[in-house]
């Protein structure tokens, strides 16, 4: 067969070829033929060709080997059409991805476990007989960073810890915290006596929460404490606080419902409050839908509850 002259390039300015070239490249060659990739596109193979021929000129190369009963990809066509379809597939991909996002959630909210479990997730009920017509998901993690980015994040902290729209959330208070039937059986707590009782530990991920040492510091308190009990999780320490196992660090704010119902009570007349605080970061991007709910939390929040010492 004779070899085929390379398309003459046209004097134009450089850029992208058009989607509506690639398209039709991509089809001819994904089927090997105009005619097949024409009836795909429900366009005639004449249009295919057209489209075909243009992209070779721009390009100033062959990208087909025209043949009686079809046609085959040069080497220069093989490369494009892997880096087509590359391309075809993350939009494909990108498109299910946010199409799946919309039809799953409106607002998304990272936050701990902690704030999850003791302070969000009983407000959510409030929320949606407010504003039934608004999806929330939470990604709840422990760590710092989430796999993906939310439209919100609740987070203790400083204010410029995070990007986007910061609003303080609340400041809280730590206090020793023990359930009442550990009261009983140990008897008042003092400063002195630490040393000689239990207290539960938690091994956080994120440097900032505070643990026993850092209390004593703020404290004031340089004497030690007695047998350690670890867990690793804020709700897990205050479900084993709430067992008689230990003293416990409790974030006053996040625990109103217990205080308020007598499950925890205040073992040491002693309040600390937290070096840094609560706030709500809101993505530059973020929806109206996300500014409502960030809206409604801030307007919910109510820094004074029913407990009082």
């Known amino acids: 067969m004779p070899s085929q002259p390379a ?3 046209p004097q ?6 058009s989607m509506t070239a690639l398209v039709a490249f991509e089809a001819a060659a994904r089927r090997e033929s105009f005619k097949l990739a024409a009836a795909d596109l429900n366009v005639t193979p004449a249009a295919v060709s057209q489209q075909v021929k243009a992209l070779e000129q721009e390009l100033g190369i062959l990208l087909f080997h025209r043949q009686p009963r079809g046609v085959t990809l040069t080497e220069s066509g093989v490369h494009l059409f892997g880096a087509v379809r590359k391309g075809f597939d993350g939009i494909a991909q ?12 409106d607002v998304s909210i990272q936050l701990t476990t902690a704030v999850s479990s003791f302070w969000l997730t009983p407000r959510l009920t409030r929320f949606w007989r407010e504003h039934g017509d608004i999806s929330v998901a939470q990604t709840v993690t422990d760590l710092r960073q989430a796999g993906h980015a939310c439209d919100l994040k609740l987070y203790y902290g ?3 810890d995070e990007p986007g729209e910061v609003r303080l959330l609340f400041n809280d208070t730590i206090s020793v915290l023990a359930s009442p039937e550990f009261i009983a059986h140990h008897g008042p707590v003092s400063l002195d006596g630490l ?14 929460w505070i643990g026993w040492r850092q209390w004593g510091q703020l404290a004031g308190y340089a004497g030690g404490f007695g047998p350690r009990h670890q867990v690793n999780n804020y709700a897990i320490a205050t479900q084993v606080a709430k067992d008689g196992v230990g003293l ?28 840094d605080a ?14 409502i709910f960030r809206d409604w939390l801030l307007n919910e929040h109510r820094p004074e509850g029913a407990f009082h010492p």
Request: aromatic fraction near 4%.
């Open 7 to 9: 398309p003459t390039r």
């Open 94 to 105: 990108t498109i299910e991805h946010l199409r799946e996002s919309s039809q799953i959630e």
């Open 248 to 275: 416990f660090l409790g974030w006053e704010t996040l625990l109103r419902s217990e205080l308020d119902s007598g499950r925890l009570v205040r073992a040491l007349d002693l309040r600390i409050t937290a070096p």
């Open 195 to 208: 040393p000689r009782l239990p207290v539960i530990h938690m091994n956080a991920e994120d440097p900032r």
């Open 278 to 291: 609560f706030y709500l970061a809101l993505r530059d991007e973020a929806s109206e839908k996300a500014r």
């Open 12 to 17: 134009r300015a450089m850029g992208l070829p």
């Open 158 to 160: 400083g204010p410029n």
